[in-house]
């Protein structure tokens, strides 16, 4: 599995997220991981823009028209299908850490085996 780009840090996480469920645009992306993550994450310009040009040249992304008559210049990104399944991928390897770490703290309390 290529890791390289989605542990470029936890943002190529989010915009893959952020893009699961359709194309959008810079702004659109940085406001929907604000939002399905209660605005505990902002994503910045340079880390948003950073992370759609690293994503993009890993094919895990592509940019696409816009779908706003009045916007017909404004940049839209979508996954590839390959970029799904770098998600999917991403998020059973992060489930198998999380259980991994329940298992060690299980460990650490009083009774634990």
């Known amino acids: 599995m290529e890791i390289h780009s989605m542990w470029s840090g936890p943002a190529s ?5 952020a893009l699961s469920h359709g194309p959008r645009h810079g702004l659109g992306i940085a406001e929907e991981v ?3 993550t209660d605005d505990t994450v902002i994503l910045g310009p340079g880390t ?3 992370v759609i040009r690293e994503l993009s040249e890993d094919g895990w992304i592509r940019r696409v028209d816009s779908p706003e008559p009045d916007h017909p210049h404004r940049k839209y990104y979508e ?3 390959r970029g799904r399944d770098q998600l999917a991928d991403a ?20 009774g634990g085996a």
Not at 13 to 17: A, G, S
Not at 91 to 110: I, K
């Open 13 to 17: 996480l989010y915009l893959l997220t």
């Open 34 to 36: 604000a939002r399905f």
């Open 48 to 50: 948003l823009y950073r």
């Open 79 to 81: 996954l590839t299908p």
């Open 91 to 110: 998020l059973r390897e992060l489930e198998a850490v999380a259980a991994a770490a329940r298992r060690g703290l299980d460990r650490l309390a009083p």
